[in-house]
């Protein structure tokens, strides 16, 4: 194993521990039947099909996200606080300590990640180059998707790949590339919004400070947005394993394509407007009521007419509705009282607020989603907002940064697993056809 430290090496104890488990369901159970699939899921996107594994958290409608079995309140209520520190939210350190091997570390081992993503940190002048080369108009995940897609020629699994590996150690460069990447990702962040917002002046990282914390220093933003970016990233980690930007990474990785090709297109996803984009789209939705009532809040009628003639005119209401939740996503929840304990008068946040009351009713009266309710992007934008970044078009990346801890360590348990190429079977719309009049398909299971 190279580059041994006690997270590797905890990581690979509990993937040893783990292998046996997959090897006898995959070995004994392999035709147990766990899902069936109808045309509805076919053309619908595949939405509901269990086909697909992880450990590492799962999305239940109503509950909403648990990390390693625990829901955000029990997660932030158990990641150790560092001793001393002015700030009030666990690093973003001992939570990756957390998603990857699903212990809670002491803070001597979340300060031990500190210290390693501090020695992979440096971005290599290649990446700044490439990100000034672009029109300074490009939008952020463009340019955030390049810089970490520029990187992978430093891949240490694919120079390792080249050289010839065992699948047995694919996990150890996939685990290397996943530590280098996410060391560097604030600082390539921090350096997009600056170079495109604040006039191109930098601000030098400080390296005595956490992942959050360093992210908020090169930003420019002063405390609390140190307990901000910390919240923000853990919040916006992992979803579980179908939506896009997860399930993109996984499936771009499944080909063994490494982490540097694989995140890059798992950002792509994510930049989409029914994803990750969701989070500018509401920002831009709810500046553009503010702007039509001369800054003023709207009324509650006022904001119903608005509501309306967005689905009138054929868009979705953004940050409402989901795949898979079917309540107030909890991601909203924890944001919201964070709203509430920091910044309960911001004029934002009373609409976002009353958007809340207003919209689950007229999303049911309109009739089409199958959930009314708020998800995650509809609230992070107010906090980013209140604190100064009101760059709507950057929150993707802000997304993409904290999406990197949950995706990168999937596909480091992936290969740890040695999980197969992804290859679903398609099927032609004939073929639904006849099926449809057949009343199903011939040997499918009842
Ligand atoms: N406003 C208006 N209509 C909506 C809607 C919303 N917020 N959410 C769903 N609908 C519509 C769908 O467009 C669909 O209409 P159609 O039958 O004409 O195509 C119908 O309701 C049924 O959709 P669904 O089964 O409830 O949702 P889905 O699983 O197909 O899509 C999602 C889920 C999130 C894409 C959808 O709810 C949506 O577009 N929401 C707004 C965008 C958004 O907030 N995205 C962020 C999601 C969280 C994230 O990934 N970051």
Redesign the pocket.
């Known amino acids: 194993m190279a580059n041994t430290t006690a997270l590797k090496a905890k990581l690979f104890e509990k993937m040893e521990a783990f292998k046996p488990r997959v090897q006898k369901l995959n070995k004994e159970f392999a035709n147990v039947v766990i899902d069936k699939v109808n045309i509805g899921q076919c053309i619908?996107?595949a939405?509901d099909v269990r086909c697909l594994v992880t450990d590492i958290s799962y999305l239940d409608p109503q509950e909403g996200i648990r990390f390693r079995g625990k829901t955000i309140p029990e997660t932030f209520a158990a990641l150790p606080r560092v001793p001393g520190a002015k700030f009030e939210q666990p690093t973003v350190e001992s939570f990756f300590y957390f998603l990857l091997t699903g212990d809670i570390p002491t803070v001597q081992q979340a300060k031990e990640v500190q210290e390693d993503w501090r020695t992979r940190s440096q971005v290599p002048q290649y990446v700044f180059d490439v990100l000034r080369a672009m029109p300074r108009d490009t939008h952020p995940m463009t340019m955030f998707s390049s810089a970490v897609l520029s990187m992978q020629r430093d891949s240490v699994f694919a120079h390792r790949y080249a050289e010839g590996m065992k699948k047995t150690d694919y996990w150890d460069p996939t685990y290397e590339d996943s530590m280098n990447l996410l060391a560097k990702l604030p600082t390539i962040a921090a350096y997009i919004y600056r170079m495109k917002y604040k006039g191109d002046v930098q601000i030098a990282s400080n390296p005595d400070l956490d992942w959050g914390g360093n992210f908020a220093q090169m930003m420019g933003i002063p405390a609390p947005y140190d307990d901000v970016a910390r919240m923000y990233f853990i919040l916006h980690s992992d979803?579980e394993s179908g939506?896009?930007s997860a399930h993109t990474t996984h499936l771009v990785s499944s080909a063994l394509s490494d982490p540097y090709y694989s995140f890059s297109a798992g950002l792509n996803g994510l930049a989409g407007?029914?994803?990750?984009l969701?989070?500018q789209?509401?920002l831009g939705w709810t500046q553009n009521v503010m702007k039509k009532l001369g800054g003023k809040l709207p009324t509650e009628d006022e904001l119903k007419t608005f509501l309306w003639d967005t689905?009138k005119s054929g868009?979705?209401?953004?940050?409402?509705?989901?795949?898979v939740l079917r309540k107030t996503d909890p991601r909203y929840t924890a944001q919201m009282e964070y709203c509430l304990k920091h910044l309960p008068n911001d004029p934002l946040f009373k609409l976002v607020n009353m958007i809340y009351k207003v919209a689950p009713g007229v999303?049911t009266e309109?009739g089409?989603?199958?959930?009314p309710w708020p998800?995650?992007?509809?609230q992070s934008g107010v906090i980013q907002w209140y604190y100064g970044v009101r760059e709507w078009d950057f929150y993707t990346v802000l997304?993409g940064v904290g999406r990197a801890l949950g995706v990168l360590a999937n596909i480091t348990w992936d290969r740890g697993l040695g999980y197969a190429i992804e290859r679903p079977k398609s099927v032609t719309t004939a073929m639904l056809e006849q099926w449809a009049a057949a009343g199903g398909r011939k040997g499918a299971e009842d």
Do not use: M
């Open positions: 619908g996107g939405r979803h939506n896009v407007p029914l994803h990750g969701a989070n789209e509401v689905l868009q979705v209401i953004p940050g409402y509705g989901h795949a999303l309109h089409k989603t199958k959930n998800n995650v992007d509809a997304f």
